[in-house]
T-cell receptor
Framework: EAGVAQSPRYKIIEKRQSVAFWCNPISGHATLYWYQQILGQGPKLLIQFQNNGVVDDSQLPKDRFSAERLKGVDSTLKIQPAKLEDSAVYLC?????????????FGSGTRLTVV | QKEVEQNSGPLSVPEGAIASLNCTYSDRGSQSFFWYRQYSGKSPELIMSIYSNGDKEDGRFTAQLNKASQYVSLLIRDSQPSDSATYLCAGGSRSGAGSYQLTFGKGTKLSVIP
């Protein structure tokens, strides 16, 4: 079974620029999560999708972050404009069952550096 | 606010010893708990899950859960240098919308000294 695919692996941008990250979940996984992990901290949930609908985006900074999951498969997370404090690893995860008490599988992440 | 607390470490143990990692959580609604291992520069990897009070063993790993004390632990027996990593504790619970989410602690850095 192929894992969660993410790209790019690394990105360096200047503050106030925009950036987009892509995620393709494990085939058949209906639930997709985007997490932000700042260096030295645990992952923090940004947004959760069930199929192509948003289930929870309460911790997403909506003035600069946006995400979509058209067609209920792959997803894109965008930051516009970026700030220095957005430097982090952005992790995508997916799970098979909505509402099920399972751990989920992370992709390899995108490391963003804002300078 | 759901919180998961871990001692950030570093925790240093000699090779072959037992490493003990601890975690407390604030949300009594949490039903499931997970331990992830994260090597430097890599993404978290699920190594253990536990849902009921008591112990759960898998190879050299034992997870322990005490819901009354809101406490989760991970024991690693016969620690190896390859176990050196950051260990993340996560609690699973339902959001207000009924969706299932994991809340992570900051992680404990473990160093196994040869």
């Amino acid at each position: 079974e192929a894992g969660v695919a993410q790209s790019p692996r690394y990105k360096i941008i200047e503050k106030r620029q925009s950036v987009a990250f892509w995620c393709n979940p494990i085939s058949g996984h209906a639930t997709l999560y985007w997490y932000q992990q700042i260096l030295g901290q645990g992952p923090k949930l940004l947004i959760q999708f069930q199929n192509n609908g948003v289930v929870d985006d309460s911790q997403l900074p909506k003035d600069r972050f946006s995400a979509e999951r058209l067609k209920g498969v792959d997803s894109t997370l965008k930051i516009q404009p970026a700030k220095l404090e957005d430097s982090a690893v952005y992790l995508c995860a997916s799970s098979l069952i909505f509402g099920g008490s399972y751990g989920y599988t992370f992709g390899s992440g995108t490391r963003l550096t804002v300078v | 606010q759901k919180e998961v607390e871990q001692n950030s470490g570093p925790l240093s143990v000699p090779e072959g010893a037992i490493a003990s990692l601890n975690c407390t959580y604030s949300d009594r609604g949490s039903q499931s708990f997970f331990w992830y291992r994260q090597y430097s520069g890599k993404s978290p990897e699920l190594i253990m899950s536990i849902y009921s009070n008591g112990d759960k063993e898998d190879g050299r790993f034992t997870a322990q859960l005490n819901k009354a004390s809101q406490y989760v632990s991970l024991l690693i027996r016969d620690s190896q240098p390859s176990d050196s990593a950051t260990y993340l504790c996560a609690g699973g619970s339902r959001s207000g919308a009924g969706s299932y989410q994991l809340t992570f602690g900051k992680g404990t850095k473990l160093s196994v000294i040869p």
